[in-house]
Structure formats: C-alpha cells, structure tokens
Nanobody
Framework: QAQLVESGGGSVQAGGSLRLSCAASEWPYKSACVSWFRQAPGKERERVASTYIGINTPSYDDSVRGRFTISQDSAKKTVFLQMNSLQPEDTGVYYC???????????????WGQGTQVTVSS
C-alpha cells in the first residue's frame, strides 16, 4: 500500500552535490525506519544512511559519514539525502526503503522505491 518514490538523481562532477528525495504516500509503520541504499553495477546493494521517522537519530555508513546528511520533513512525508563532496565511487542507483528497524540488511525492508541514478564523473 505504501509507495515510495525517489527523485533528485543526476550527473555531477567529483566534488559536487546532489539532494535526493524519498516521498511516501504514507509510511508503512509507526516510527518507520527509512534508509537509503545504493547499488553499483556488479556490486551488492549497500545501506548508506538511515533515520527513524519522527526521531532525529541519523546513522551513516563509514563511506559517506561526514559527506552525506539524511533528514526528513514529516509534514511532506519525505526523507532527504543531501550528498556533498561526491566522488566517482558514489556512483550507483540510489533507493529508499522503509522497514520496522534500521538494519543494514536489505532483506529487512518491506517497502522500496524504484531508484534514482547518481553518476559522479572525475
């Protein structure tokens, strides 16, 4: 029932910034965990950031900590991922996902968006 839609992807040069949005028709759980994942070709899908809806407790993968910021707008039912100092290694399809608990395993999430492409050139 709950639908998630990502937007904001695009192509940037190394050092540039992008702001991704994950808009939900509704959150599937009370205090749902919303995480951003990314997947590069031939790579496993990896979690890069998480937050609980209504709770300011962001967490980040070591690879993006200090560069990415996850935030939310409860009124708009939207979670954002501000990505700064982007590097070619950040290239991939970015997905938002919702589940009950913020864990790094993609299998723990019940709802997924369709993804948005992020390409960082050198």
């Amino acid at each position: 029932q709950a639908q998630l839609v990502e937007s904001g992807g695009g192509s940037v040069q190394a050092g540039g910034s992008l702001r991704l949005s994950c808009a939900a028709s509704e959150w599937p759980y009370k205090s749902a965990c919303v995480s951003w994942f990314r997947q590069a070709p031939g790579k496993e899908r990896e979690r890069v950031a998480s937050t609980y809806i209504g709770i300011n407790t962001p967490s980040y993968d070591d690879s993006v900590r200090g560069r990415f910021t996850i935030s939310q707008d409860s009124a708009k039912k939207t979670v954002f991922l501000q990505m700064n100092s982007l590097q070619p290694e950040d290239t991939g399809v970015y997905y938002c996902a919702a589940g009950t608990i913020c864990r790094p395993d993609p299998g723990e999430y019940s709802h997924w968006g369709q993804g948005t492409q992020v390409t960082v050139s050198s």
